[in-house]
T-cell receptor, first 114, second 113 residues
Framework: GENVEQHPSTLSVQEGDSAVIKCTYSDSASNYFPWYKQELGKGSQLIID?????GEKKDQRIAVTLNKTAKHFSLHITETQPEDSAVYFCAARGDRQGAQKLVFGQGTRLTINP | DAGITQSPRHKVTETGTPVTLRCHQTENHRYMYWYRQDPGHGLRLIHY???????DKGEVSDGYSVSRSKTEDFLLTLESATSSQTSVYFC????????????FGPGTRLTVT
C-alpha cells in the first residue's frame, strides 16, 4: 500500500522567512496530494491540494510543488507569520473508488519565531 | 467547518474497560472516518464508513469496532481498552465528491491507564 514520508519533523523559522516541508510517496498510482494544517487543540484543516496532472499550485503565501517522476511533493510558505505556527500534514490518495482513504505523513511542527 | 462534533473531548479510563467515542455531523456527508494521531505516526485510519450500516477497516483496525446506524453519527468502540490505545482520536467526513475536502472534528484525547 501507499507510504508517505514527511520531513522535517520540526521546523523553526524567523518571522518573514520562508518555510519548506517535503514529502515522498511510494505508490505511483496516487494522484491527489492535500496538505492539512492542525492548530493546537483543533482538528486538521485543508490549506492547499494538488492533483498529479499539475506541477505547481499557489494560493497567496502558500504553494505546493509536485514531482511525479521522483514521487515527492513540497509545501512552501513565504513571508511567514506567527499564525502559521501549527502542525502540518501531507497526504496522498490514489484514484477515488468510494471512500477517500488518505495516507498521511508523520507531520511537521512549524514554529515561527518573532 | 462541516459541523463535526466529537464526544467526549477528553477521557481517562482503565485498562480492560470498554470505551465508546462519538462523532456527530450535521452536513449529511456520506463518508465518515476515524483516525488516531500519535507522535511520529501522523494520522492513521482506523475504520471508515461509506453509508449507514456500511463500514470497512482501515490501516490500524485491530482492537476497534465501529457502527453507523444514522447518517449523522459514527461510533468508535474499544471493546477492552489497552495502554497502546492511548491517543488522540479524530473523526472526519467528506461529501463524496471526487476531490472533496475531508473535514475534521476537534479530536478526543483518550488516556488508558
Amino acid at each position: 500500500g501507499e507510504n508517505v514520508e514527511q520531513h522535517p519533523s520540526t521546523l523553526s523559522v524567523q518571522e518573514g522567512d520562508s518555510a519548506v516541508i517535503k514529502c515522498t510517496y511510494s505508490d505511483s498510482a496516487s494522484n491527489y496530494f492535500p496538505w492539512y494544517k492542525q492548530e493546537l487543540g483543533k482538528g486538521s484543516q485543508l490549506i492547499i491540494d494538488i492533483r498529479s496532472n499539475v506541477g505547481e499550485k499557489k494560493d497567496q503565501r502558500i504553494a505546493v510543488t509536485l514531482n511525479k517522476t521522483a514521487k515527492h511533493f513540497s509545501l512552501h510558505i513565504t513571508e511567514t507569520q506567527p499564525e502559521d505556527s501549527a502542525v502540518y500534514f501531507c497526504a496522498a490518495r490514489g484514484d477515488r473508488q468510494g471512500a477517500q482513504k488518505l495516507v498521511f505523513g508523520q507531520g511537521t511542527r512549524l514554529t515561527i519565531n518573532p | 467547518d462541516a459541523g463535526i462534533t466529537q464526544s467526549p473531548r477528553h477521557k481517562v479510563t482503565e485498562t480492560g474497560t470498554p470505551v465508546t467515542l462519538r462523532c456527530h455531523q450535521t452536513e449529511n456527508h456520506r463518508y465518515m472516518y476515524w483516525y488516531r494521531q500519535d507522535p511520529g505516526h501522523g494520522l492513521r485510519l482506523i475504520h471508515y464508513s461509506y453509508g449507514v450500516k456500511d463500514t470497512d477497516k482501515g490501516e490500524v483496525s485491530d482492537g476497534y469496532s465501529v457502527s453507523r446506524s444514522k447518517t449523522e453519527d459514527f461510533l468508535l468502540t474499544l471493546e477492552s481498552a489497552t495502554s497502546s490505545q492511548t491517543s488522540v482520536y479524530f473523526c472526519a467526513t467528506d461529501g463524496g465528491f471526487s476531490l472533496g475536502e475531508q473535514y475534521f472534528g476537534p479530536g478526543t484525547r483518550l488516556t488508558v491507564t
